[in-house]
Nanobody, 124 residues
Framework: QLKVVESGGGSVQQGGSLRLSCTAS????????MKWYRQVLGKERESVAV???????TYGDFVQGRFIISRDNAKGTAHLEMNNLKPEDTAIYYC??????????????????WGQGTQVTVSS
């Protein structure tokens, strides 16, 4: 079965740290962009961080240097190191593996895997 699974969520005090992990199974992540999103109940899902297959990274404006995304292609994992956590970081965090493999004629080949999410709760 092709899937990604998140782990590492939990409850921390403001200013604390957590390390989220995303583990892929059934496929190799080498060509995939690995992304972290988060969602608060009643709000839209927002992008937290992306690490491209090239290793290039981008972060949401709210991160402000507090988070680091990384990947280990050999292990099929991606990580999100979160430091100096704030109560407003409380959300469900989702891992996404995405690959746009292009098209042949009218056929497009896109691969998009989402995890079930892991809860992060930051108390003040």
């Amino acid at each position: 079965q092709l899937k990604v699974v998140e782990s590492g969520g939990g409850s921390v005090q403001q200013g604390g740290s957590l390390r989220l992990s995303c583990t892929a199974s059934g496929f190799k992540i080498n060509s995939y962009d690995m992304k972290w999103y988060r969602q608060v109940l009643g709000k839209e899902r927002e992008s937290v961080a992306v690490i491209r297959s090239s290793g290039a990274t981008t972060y949401g404006d709210f991160v402000q240097g507090r988070f680091i995304i990384s990947r280990d292609n050999a292990k099929g994992t991606a990580h999100l190191e979160m430091n100096n956590l704030k109560p407003e970081d409380t959300a469900i965090y989702y891992c996404n593996a995405y690959l746009d493999a292009g098209s042949v004629g009218t056929m497009t080949f896109k691969y998009d895997y989402w995890g079930q999410g892991t809860q992060v709760t930051v108390s003040s």
